[in-house]
């Protein structure tokens, strides 16, 4: 490290910083828990991940992406605390999956089916956030707007929300990109000043506006004591619970795959000689991922979002994240006085935005356009995240592309053309029992008093099931008339 680094990562810190306050604080706050616990694992993930990991830009924290598995994980596991234990374990397979080299099987995902379970994601995060957005507090969501089959929305949390919408859609236009001062403010952290400027005035000239705008509640650490008496421990018998099992496995394959996406991602913003090592990679969000468990905090993963905005922030090593990792530190721990003035309708609008992003109609109508081999696996992994969890929906979308997958490999394994009296079969690759009805039906094609020449220099294999067929179509060849040249199998 330099001069000239240290003049570069500081403010490439202090933006990112910026940038990962109110995600954090929004994010544990979808999720149903104490903002504090959204710092404690920007916290974690800044510092700790930050230390061992082999990237020098990539940030890593909590990330908007799981928050719709720790809601169901919690309710399903009934209680946060056992949630922690899942998170210690998921950490564990991370590790040794990093340790088993396992990061270079990230390129046998299907991208279709990694844009349904990324849109599934923003289609769920969306759902939850709405209810805050229209004045929600607490973890009630619809049910606590609902009063005598009446709708009770918040006036005040609805126009916060609106406006913080609002503002994060006009920091993407370029006429704020290319202003020098407009540009260099997080459009997150502009919404959530906004709210808060509500908030303050609210309270002051309008105490019932203000009542009806739920803020988040960060406590105040006095004492190292009532530090750690905020953080939860993990559950240590729920190691009997087999669903346990069932979250952490799906925690350190999501967060892997978000992780590794994210790098891959990375690499076309900076490039890094050499380039950062997936599987080291998985091993240090393994040990992030225990610490976090550990002490109380969310799954973590590498974030595409805040990664890109510290390379675009000019950040030139690893300090730049070191640098937010304590700037949120020191934020959580002697300003929650401020922080408390943030509205949860400023957080919802950040969380609603990033949930737009993530399934914006754009990436449909892509999908769409590529064919039925990319958006039938799409729309199932979307549909089975959104019926039957995340862990699922990846399996059914992956079950999905592999049959579409088979499907075009079986069409295109073998062509019949014809000439006249003359057919071409071609065998376009190794042929195995799978190809057998695709034979016969190719075969039953050819009519009496035929030629029929074969092309099978590109199959180096043909499995027996499919001699067996050739051999009885060639011995019944004579009596049809038909006359076969080049015929991959022997004939009495």
């Known amino acids: 490290m330099n001069l000239n680094t240290l003049r570069q990562d500081i403010p490439a810190g202090l933006v990112v910083f910026l940038v990962a306050l109110p995600l954090c604080l929004g994010i544990a706050q979808a999720s149903g828990l104490p903002p504090f616990v959204g710092l404690l694992t920007g916290v974690i993930g800044g510092l700790v991940v930050t230390t061992f990991s082999p990237s020098k830009f990539a940030v890593s924290g909590p990330a908007a992406g799981l928050v719709t598995i720790v ?3 919690i309710e399903t596991l009934g209680s946060f605390s056992a949630l922690l234990l899942a998170l210690m374990i998921a950490g564990v397979l991370q590790f040794l999956l990093g340790a088993l080299r396992a990061g270079r099987f990230i390129s046998l995902v299907p991208g279709s089916v990694i844009k349904g379970m990324l849109a599934a994601i923003g289609i769920l995060l969306i759902i939850q956030q709405i209810p805050v957005a229209l004045g929600a507090a607490g973890e009630e969501g619809w049910s606590s707007l609902l009063n005598e089959g009446a709708i009770n929305v918040s006036l005040p949390a609805v126009a916060v929300a609106f406006a ?9 236009t370029p006429a704020i990109k290319r202003n020098r001062w407009l540009g260099w403010m997080p459009g997150p952290l502009v919404a959530v000043l906004l709210g808060c400027l509500a908030t303050v005035l609210g309270g002051r ?3 019932d506006i203000a009542s009806h705008l739920p803020r988040i509640s960060l406590p105040a650490f ?5 530090l750690t008496g905020e953080l939860e421990r993990p559950d240590w018998l729920a ?8 979250v952490a496995a799906t925690l350190a394959i999501v967060a892997s795959l978000e992780t590794l996406l994210s790098q891959e991602a990375l690499k076309k913003l900076r ?8 599987d080291k990679e998985m091993r240090a969000q393994g040990i992030g991922n225990l610490l976090s468990g550990f002490m109380g905090g969310l799954p973590i993963t590498a974030v595409i979002v805040r990664s890109s905005v510290n390379v675009s922030a000019g950040a030139r090593s690893k300090l730049s994240i070191l640098i937010h990792g304590v700037l949120l530190l020191v ?6 006085g401020l922080l408390n003035a943030i509205p949860l309708a400023s957080l919802a609008a950040v969380l609603l935005y990033t949930g737009y992003k993530l399934a914006t109609p754009g990436l449909f109508v892509s999908q769409i356009r590529q064919g039925a081999p990319q958006w039938v696996p799409f729309m199932a992994t979307i549909g089975g995240i959104l ?4 862990l699922a929906g990846i399996g059914i979308g992956l079950a999905t592309q592999i049959l579409f997958s088979i499907y075009k490999s079986h069409r295109n394994a073998m062509l019949l053309t014809r000439y006249d009296d003359h057919y071409v079969l071609r065998f376009q690759q190794n042929l195995t029992f799978m190809h057998n009805p695709r034979l016969k039906g190719l075969l039953a094609q050819i009519p009496e008093n035929s030629v029929v020449i074969v092309d099978h220099d590109n199959a180096e294999y043909i499995d027996p099931d499919v001699e067996a067929i050739l051999q009885d179509f060639g011995e019944g060849a004579k009596k049809r008339g038909i006359q076969l040249n080049q015929w991959p199998v022997k004939l009495a």
Do not use: E
């Open 222 to 226: 006095d004492s190292f004591a009532t």
């Open 387 to 390: 019926i039957f969890g995340m």
């Open 205 to 207: 000239f309008y105490p």
């Open 239 to 246: 190691w009997q619970n087999p669903a346990v099992y069932i």
């Open 164 to 172: 913080g919408l609002l503002v994060l859609g006009l920091w993407t």
């Open 331 to 336: 934020c959580g721990l002697w300003f929650s």
């Open 271 to 278: 490039t890094q000689t050499p380039a950062p090592s997936p």
């Open 71 to 73: 809601t169901g994980a």
